[in-house]
């Protein structure tokens, strides 16, 4: 007796898209312990590299902006505002950096079964958070080290790590779609990130920027995120208009990000 064939598809509608997320989770954490595996396995130090790089660019930053430049710091010590500004872009740069080339790196799963593809760029941003929580831990052994009490502020920490996943997010589900069509995002994506340190105030404070610039220059979200951090943690003073600039341009990215990868994802694997 025939039979109707069975298709496998993604879901029509947002609502059910949604519901194939919550089925395929498990496939998540798999991903999620796949990426973390890859990451540390077979090198040298292994996990001490998420403290030596952020340590390391602290130093130069350092260096460069604090003992040659004699850029101010306000009350904190300058160690403490460069790595509380490394925080959240160290956590930006490498997700974005592994979220472009996910899905060419999972070409032979997306070929094969299907399942939310957005699953895949979003593993890569989430695994960056292990990241982030060492180097959060170091800070805290810094601000021991200079005897630096943070201010009660540093509760809002995890609600602006939200904001930074979100930007971060919705910046990877983005490059990773137009990395599928276009390879040559590749290429781009490494000058991006460094383009974007020199233009975040990750080495500096963003209060050397003058007046009547700053509003153009929250135009990058990160200068608002950063900015952010540094309010929480060192009770910096921030420019509110800004970061409400930056926040507004951040979830912008997020609904563009998430509705181009939506509008391409069925083509992946032909493209693939």
């Given at each position: 007796?025939?039979?109707?064939?069975?298709?496998?598809?993604?879901?029509?509608?947002?609502?059910?898209?949604?519901?194939?997320?919550?089925?395929?989770?498990?496939?998540?954490?798999?991903?999620?312990?796949?990426?973390?595996?890859?990451?540390?396995?077979?090198?040298?130090?292994?996990?001490?590299?998420?403290?030596?790089?952020?340590?390391?660019?602290?130093?130069?930053?350092?260096?460069?902006?604090?003992?040659?430049?004699?850029?101010?710091s306000g009350q904190s010590p300058y160690a403490i505002m460069v790595f509380a500004g490394l925080l959240p872009w160290q956590f930006f740069s490498n997700a974005f950096s592994d979220a472009s080339n996910s899905l060419l790196n999972s070409a032979s799963l997306l070929t094969k079964v299907y399942f939310p593809r957005i699953i895949v760029p979003?593993?890569?941003?989430?695994?960056?958070?292990?990241?982030?929580?060492?180097?959060?831990?170091?800070?805290?052994?810094?601000?021991?080290f200079f005897s630096?009490?943070?201010?009660?502020?540093?509760?809002?920490v995890p609600f602006l790590l939200l904001w930074v996943f979100a930007f971060t997010l919705g910046c990877g589900l983005l490059i990773s779609a137009l990395t599928v069509k276009y390879r040559d995002f590749r290429h781009v994506v490494p000058f991006l990130i460094q383009f974007g340190l020199y233009i975040s105030p990750v080495g500096f404070s963003s209060a050397v920027i003058p007046e009547n610039w700053k509003l153009l220059y929250f135009t990058n979200p990160m200068a608002g995120i950063v900015d952010s951090f540094r309010y929480a943690i060192l009770n910096e003073p921030i420019f509110w208009p800004g970061v409400g600039f930056s926040f507004?341009?951040?979830?912008?990215?997020?609904?563009?990000?998430?509705?181009?990868?939506?509008?391409?994802?069925?083509?992946?694997?032909?493209?693939?």
């Open positions: 007796m025939l039979t109707e064939p069975i298709i496998i598809e993604s879901g029509r509608s947002v609502r059910r898209y949604w519901s194939d997320l919550w089925q395929y989770r498990e496939l998540f954490y798999c991903l999620a312990w796949r990426d973390i595996l890859v990451r540390y396995k077979q090198t040298v130090l292994g996990i001490a590299w998420s403290v030596l790089r952020p340590l390391a660019t602290m130093v130069v930053f350092t260096l460069i902006f604090g003992r040659l430049a004699k850029m101010s979003a593993t890569s941003v989430l695994v960056s958070l292990i990241d982030f929580i060492i180097s959060f831990l170091l800070l805290l052994f810094m601000m021991v630096f009490t943070p201010d009660w502020k540093i509760i809002f507004a341009v951040s979830i912008v990215m997020l609904l563009v990000g998430f509705k181009y990868f939506r509008m391409v994802e069925s083509s992946f694997a032909d493209q693939i």
